[in-house]
Structure formats: C-alpha cells, structure tokens
C-alpha cells in the first residue's frame, strides 16, 4: 500500500454525552511510524469513546479528528474490533467475507479469501457452521478475522481479549503481532498490563477523558511520569 | 350428540373422497390467500427492515400506526374496498367487486400491517445486536436492509405465517368484497357460515376440519421455527 490514510489529528477534540464532558479535549496525533499504540486506564476513563469517535461512530462535540485522506477512503481502510463480539447469523467463512461483500468483491473471491483466514484462526473446520455456536474465544478471532481481512490501515480493537481465558488471548494477540508486522496501525485498549507490556510501542495513560501521560512502551513501564498512572499501575483505585 | 357425531363421520367421508365442492372451496382459500400473504410479504416485510435501520422525524408514530392498523376490524377493512370497488365508488371501472381479486385486496390490507409489524420487531432486535459492527463498516441503507432481512429469515418466515394464518381463517371483510358466490368467491369460512345456515352440517363440519388442520399445520411451522430460531440451527 503506497499512500496510508494516516496520520489522524485530534484537534482540540471533546465528546460530550448527556451534558457531561467524558472525553477531552484531547489534542493527539497517530502517524504513519507503525506499531501498538496502547490506551490504558481505569473503568470510565474514555477509552472506548476515544477509539469509537476516532472511528467516526462518535461524533466530536466539538473540535476535530481529521484524516489524511477523503472521507470514503478513510473509513474503507480501518476497522474496529469490539469487546463483545458482533457475531452475524451465518457461517463463519460468511462472517469473515462480509466486509468484502459489502466492497462489492465478487462472492467467489471474498469466500476464497475467507478461506485463507478462517485457516489462519484455526476454525477451518467449522467454516460452514453457524458462527452462533463458537465460544467466546472463537468468536472474537472470527471477529479480528474479518476486520483483518480488508488490509486496514488502522485497526481500533476495544479490550478484545476482555473477556477471555488464557489460551484465547495468546491467540489474539499472536493476530495483532501479525497485523502488525504486515503494516497495520493498531490503536487499541486493554487494562491487562501484561498484554500491554506485550504488544505495546506506545502507552497512552486515560484518565477522566484526558491523556495524561503518552510515552514509549519501555519508558512508561520503566516508571510512569504522573502520579496517577503510578499508582494506576500499583493497582490503586483511580477515583 | 348423536348428530355431531354423525356428522363428523360424514365429514370425514368427504375428506377421504375428496368430495369436489370441499377441495374446490379449500383450493380457492388456499389460491386466495397465499396471493394476499404473498403481495403482503414482499411489501411488509422489507418496510419493516427499512423502519428498524431509518431515523426520521416521525418514526415513532409510524410505528404506532402500524401497530393501531394492526387492529383494524376486518368488518370495516371489507366496507371500506366495498365503497371503493362497487360501481359508483372511484375503482368502479375495473368491475372486481364479487371477485377472487376483491377478497385479495382485502387481505393484504388486513394482513400487510401484521407482517410490517412482526418483521419491523424482529429487524429492530437484530439491528440492535448488528449496528456497531454495520456501522463500523460502513454499509449503506440498502446493505443493512439486506443483512438484515437475510439474516433475519428465519422470524421472517414466522411473520408470513402468522399471517397467513390470520387471513385464513378470515371471514368479515371476504364476505363483503366476495360475495360467497359459488363456483367464484366461495373459501372456507365463507362456506362454511353458509352451510351451517343451511344445515348441511357433514359439508360445514369436513369444511371446518380442513381449515383447523391448515391453521394447525401453519402454528406447527411457526413453532418449530422459533425452536431453530432460538438455538440458532437451521
Ligand atoms: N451513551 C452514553 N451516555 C452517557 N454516558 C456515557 C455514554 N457512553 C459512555 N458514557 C460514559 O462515559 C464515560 C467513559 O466511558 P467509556 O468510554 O466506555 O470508558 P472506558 O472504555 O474507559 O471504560 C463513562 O463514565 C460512561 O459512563
Ligand atoms: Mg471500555
């Protein structure tokens, strides 16, 4: 992919629901550099309005999130993962072509293509099964399938691996490595700091809706500049 | 009760004969409605999909229409395309009061309203679940209503039974607009009313007996498919 629809800018940026302020204003930026840009922070810090308005599924009250390209080509090229799961009532190879479906991709090559990756997450054997029965695990690897499968050049994922054992979660973040290494930008938010330790270039530390501290992986973890995220980290109750 | 059982016994004589009055009568219910259930379907079931994905200033209260029409009285439903079919009312020139096409009519506007309705519930569930990951993708209104009304099927198919099986066993406004002329417009109930008027209660009976059978046969689809629905296994 020649051109990239990064960097994103976030311009003063406020989302207000109800009349409360519960992200913002944030001033950030994601450029072209690649790797993990990791969100952390307590319950209720924003991470998931964040990533949803940069998606553009939240709109910024005010101030903006420009990208660097027009409008259709932005959106076509990232994808979001969420905590739950979105499952569709078809087979797995199904839920992993929609996307391309939706491109317009001719069905035979969205479903070849599906293929590969139902391969890659190990379901293949329950590709014409109804991705309804899967477990937990298997759902959201179907889910990183199909956000995976049009290239994106971004990738939103929202504490994928919130809800899942062990095992599962090595799977997933053995796809974000992937993604990754292949060029995709991931901004994404968990609370485990072992997964963050793990995948992280960058750490934003969330707090109240504001970014309190943003720094390299090694730095944060070699010890965090505020206090919050200090004792964040020891396990402290952010009230 | 001797006469009843009598005359079930001659009922079932009927049935087992294929008596051809009983087969025609049921055959033209069958014809009428399926047609009615038919045109219903194809324009409730995707404005149910199209009402569940579209925000617009009085959503609200077309929804509430639509659940009110829901009530309509068949008896008034017949009056009104009475008024409008008969010679002097403004579809008089095309002659179809008295005829299968007038009862049709009848029952698609009896029936459109109950299958707009059940699919418009089923099609708000599913978007409920599907909208982040639809939105996310960003599909248009004519993608979202297609996922949804495939996806869907399934409910889909209980919403065109349910009301098939309403408009089956119906009989005020297709007395009306059909006139329960033999060889014509005479279906199930309306046949049925007149012979027990007649007391010919062995063709009211078998005539009653095919029409309970079709109404369970339909009530047994839609409880199997709600079983599959609800285990997600079809
Ligand atoms: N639709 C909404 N209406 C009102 N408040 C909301 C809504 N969505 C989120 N919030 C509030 O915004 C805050 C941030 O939520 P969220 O972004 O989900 O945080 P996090 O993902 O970090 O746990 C929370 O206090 C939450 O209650
Ligand atoms: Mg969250």
Known sequence: MVDSI???VLDQAIVRKEGRQIVGPLNLTFGREGGCSILVGPN??????????????????EGRVTWSARKDTVYARQS??????????????????????????????????????????GLAEVAHNDAHVLSGGEKQKLAMARALITKPDVLFLDEPTANLDGASTQEIERLIASAVQSGTRIVMATHDFGQARRLATDILFMYRGRIHEHAAAD??????????????????LLI | ???????????????????????????????????????????????????????????RLAIALLNALMGL??????????????????????????????????????VTPIIASLSHQSMRDLWYLYHDLLI??????????????????????????????RAIGEIGAIMIVGGNIDHLTRVLTTAIALEVGKGNFPLALGLGIVLIAMAILINLAIHILSRTEREGTW
Not at chain 2, 75 to 101: A, H, K, M, Q
Not at chain 2, 147 to 161: C, E, N, P, Y
Request: aromatic letters at 10%; hydrophobic letters at 50%.
């Open chain 1, 80 to 121: 979001f993962v969420f905590q739950a799961p979105v499952v569709l009532r078809r087979s797995c190879l199904e839920n992993i072509a929609y996307p391309l479906f939706v491109r317009g991709v001719q069905r035979e090559k969205a479903r070849a293509e599906a293929a590969k990756w139902i391969e890659d997450i």
């Open chain 1, 219 to 236: 730095i944060f973890f070699g010890g965090p500049a505020t206090d919050e995220a200090a004792k964040f980290m020891k396990g402290d």
């Open chain 2, 73 to 110: 009285p068949p008896v008034v439903v017949g009056l009104v395309v009475y008024i409008l079919l008969s010679r002097s009312g403004p579809f008089g020139v095309f002659n179809l009061l008295f005829t299968p096409t007038a009862m049709i009519i009848a029952q698609i506007i009896i």
């Open chain 2, 1 to 59: 009760m001797n006469d009843l059982l009598a005359g079930l016994m001659a009922a079932i004589d009927l049935i087992i004969h294929l008596d051809r009055d009983l087969v025609e009568i049921s055959l033209r219910s069958l014809q009428v409605t399926v047609t009615a259930v038919f045109i219903a379907s194809l324009v409730g079931l995707p404005f149910g999909a199209w009402l569940a994905v579209t925000r617009f200033r009085y959503r």
């Open chain 1, 44 to 61: 209720g810090a924003g991470k998931t309005t964040l990533l949803r308005l940069m998606h553009g599924l939240e709109r910024a009250s």
């Open chain 1, 6 to 8: 990064l960097p994103v």
């Open chain 2, 136 to 165: 996310s993708i960003r599909t248009s209104k004519w993608q979202r209503m297609r996922t949804l009304l495939w996806d869907g099927r399934r409910s889909l198919l209980t919403a065109t039974l349910t009301g098939f099986g």
